[in-house]
């Protein structure tokens, strides 16, 4: 008789409370982007690993942003948007548009070589893979918006390095096995 090798845990597993869901979500490595947003001295951006492709025909791609973000009001009001991959030596960046320093605004760009993109978005010029999206979508989900970027124009790296990645509360690279 054949077996599927399957086990109810049944009360094993705990409630999903919010801290126990954070922590479970810190296992999944995230490849570290920072989205920028807005132009001149209104414009701001975010560092995202929630960054992930939702289609090729069209190219789209998704990116979750807290409402409570100081870049929000700008993802709702300007209607582009860019992303661009990290690399290892680009982790000050990472923590920049993190906040950290406690630079906002348009003070998060005073590092790095910034390129304006066919839709007026801004990408870090020697980023691994730059996107340059316009905004199709976004829909409201609980704290979060999930903003759905149709993908204009693709840049990358004539040679990538290893991406920068965020896994377990740290700033990593991946190694192929």
């Not at 609980?142 to 390095?161: F, K, L, M």
Request: include cysteine; charged fraction near 20%; glycine fraction near 8%.
């Amino acid at each position: 008789m054949k077996s599927n090798n399957c086990t109810s845990v049944g009360d094993q597993a705990a409630t999903a409370t919010a801290d126990l869901f954070r922590s479970a979500m810190r296992h999944m490595a995230g490849a570290v982007c920072v989205v920028t947003v807005g132009k001149g001295e209104d414009r701001s951006g975010l560092t995202a690993t929630s960054v992930v492709s939702l289609s090729v025909d069209p190219p789209s791609l998704m990116v979750c942003v807290n409402r409570d973000s100081s870049s929000w009001p700008l993802l709702s009001r300007y209607p582009h948007f860019g992303v661009s991959v990290l690399a290892p030596n680009q982790r000050y960046l990472a923590d920049q548009f993190a906040g950290k320093g406690g630079m906002t605004g348009a003070a998060r760009y005073a590092k790095g070589d910034w390129v304006t993109l066919a839709t007026g978005a801004l990408v870090l010029k020697d980023a691994q893979i730059a996107f340059d999206c316009s905004v199709d979508e976004m829909i409201d989900r609980n704290t979060h918006s999930i903003v759905i970027g149709r993908v204009q124009a693709v840049i990358a790296a004539p040679e990538p390095d290893d991406a920068l990645v965020y896994w377990r509360g740290r700033y990593g690279t991946v190694q192929p096995c």
